[in-house]
């Protein structure tokens, strides 16, 4: 079972390859959007380098969930995300720190959530739990 440190190392040297950055611009609060450029097409190369780097399967929307940003107006109203929407995030993200997304959910800041630490903590979690599916 590979330690917290060498996952976030490994996380980012995958996000290296797959956004062309360097690597000291990759820190744990980096959001893949906003701080390495990653665009919506990126997020396959990601899922599939992560699939292949750690030997795990990474289900379609169970790392970016694809609902929430398809404005689904149960999810999002006006350009928010409603309280379904929360609930939402939280079931299909329990490893993501939702506490400062909650206090502005604009969909605009949903790509904040996605950072270099979240990926870390999203694989560990499968690495511990075991699932390959």
Known sequence: MPTQEEIYNKVSATLVEAL????EDIKPTSTLQGDLGAESI?????????EREFGIKIPRGELFPESIFQGDPDLVQDGRVTTKGLDELRSKMPFA??????QNPEVGNLSDLFTVDLIARYIQ????????N
């Open 125 to 132: 979690g499968k690495l511990e739990n075991g699932t390959n």
């Open 42 to 50: 990126d997020f396959l190369d990601i899922v599939f380098r992560l």
């Open 20 to 23: 062309n950055v360097d690597e």
């Open 97 to 102: 720190d939702l506490s400062h997304f909650e």
